[in-house]
């Protein structure tokens, strides 16, 4: 629940008690709660005047008396009742103080875990950041753990692993939880997420899957770190659940465009590339040596080695795909069909 959802949780509680109604606008004069409905059907009424938003002082508006809350300078919410005169903006200090406490809530903990969900106004990000003094310059990549069972001591592991101020950690659920992992010139993720699943296998005795995010961010733009981090943990268990359960968003950005295209649009594809030529999908020897093949570029000798197979028999393997299918693994145009045809056969998989 974001801060405007509490503070609108706050503002209904308030009206009961309200002889007149309450209004309040967000940064921008949009309304956001109002105790008179038939308010919405006036087309303009809140077209309040900048000059009037601008101003830290208690202004009159249509015979309405507002009150703006700043937060570090920036305009956060507005907040109007019915009436004008003293009592009336005694009435509105009161409630004004009330829905600036309302703001100062989050606690540290709380606070991060709006930023990754998205669930927090950049205004509101601004403030925390000075609050809780994060370093406005430090990036973070986001790295999500999920395990089928409760991860509690597994987020003890990490301050094993990682120093203490390099990283904070976000609980999501009962078996997931997020680290915000400060980047660093010596960082190397790979080895720091292999270490940590490693580490959180052996000890805790539980089985983890891990998502990262692509590239480094700022605390502003958390939130598509941590998307980037939730897509690479939902393709990459559905293609590649037989890896080591580590999985990159920039391996998988091909996957989540083909994951956005309408289905009837993707069984239409599918008919009229592959109708009849679907069994070579299913066949786990056969799908195990493509991937290989993409793995090393297209490269014979280096897709042998990394199956531990006579070059012959990878090509006996490619050509009994070319005759399934039609369509030659060994060709580039073929290869780019083929690794989009084996993707969505996989991502819609009944």
Not at 73 to 98: H, M, P
Request: one cysteine or more; proline letters at 1%; a negative charge.
């Amino acid at each position: 629940m974001n801060m405007y959802e509490n503070i609108k949780k706050a503002a209904r509680d308030f009206q009961k008690y309200l002889e007149v109604p309450l209004f309040l606008l967000d940064k921008n004069s949009k309304i956001i709660y109002t105790g008179d409905e038939n308010i919405l059907k006036k087309e303009g009424f809140f077209d309040v005047n900048r000059e009037y938003m601008e101003k830290r002082d208690i202004f009159e508006w249509q015979n309405i008396t507002f009150n703006n809350i700043f937060i570090e300078d920036r305009l956060f919410l507005t907040v109007g009742i019915y009436g004008t005169g003293e009592k009336t903006e005694n009435l509105l200090l009161i409630l004004s103080k009330a829905f600036e406490h309302l703001n100062n809530q989050l606690s540290k903990e709380d606070f991060l875990f709006e930023l990754l969900t998205g669930n927090i106004e950049k205004d509101e990000i601004l403030y925390y950041i000075e609050k809780y003094k994060f370093n406005k310059k430090d990036l973070y990549r986001i790295i999500i753990i999920e395990s089928s069972d409760v991860i509690d001591d597994a987020v003890k592991i990490v301050g094993h692993i990682f120093d203490k101020n390099s990283y904070y950690t976000v609980i999501l659920s009962t078996n997931r939880f997020a680290i915000l992992l400060l980047d660093v010139a010596d960082t190397d993720i790979d080895k720091a997420t292999r270490i940590l699943k490693d580490t959180i296998e052996s000890e805790v005795y539980i089985k983890v899957s891990i998502g990262v995010s692509n590239k480094p961010l700022d605390l502003i733009n958390m939130n598509y770190g941590y998307k980037e981090a939730c897509t690479a943990l939902e393709i990459g268990k559905k293609l590649d659940n037989d890896e080591k359960g580590i999985y990159f968003y920039n391996n998988y950005v091909l996957a989540e465009l083909l994951m956005g295209l309408p289905e009837d649009i993707i069984k239409r594809f599918l008919n009229v590339m592959a109708e009849g030529k679907l069994d070579c999908f299913n066949d786990d020897e056969l799908m195990q040596t493509l991937n290989a093949f993409f793995k090393n570029s297209l490269n014979l000798s280096e897709t042998s080695r990394d199956l531990y197979i006579h070059r012959n028999t990878l090509v006996y393997r490619l050509d009994k795909i070319h005759k399934m299918t039609e369509l030659d693994p060994k060709q580039f145009d073929d290869a780019m069909m083929l690794k989009i045809i084996m993707l969505l056969v996989k991502l819609f998989k009944d």
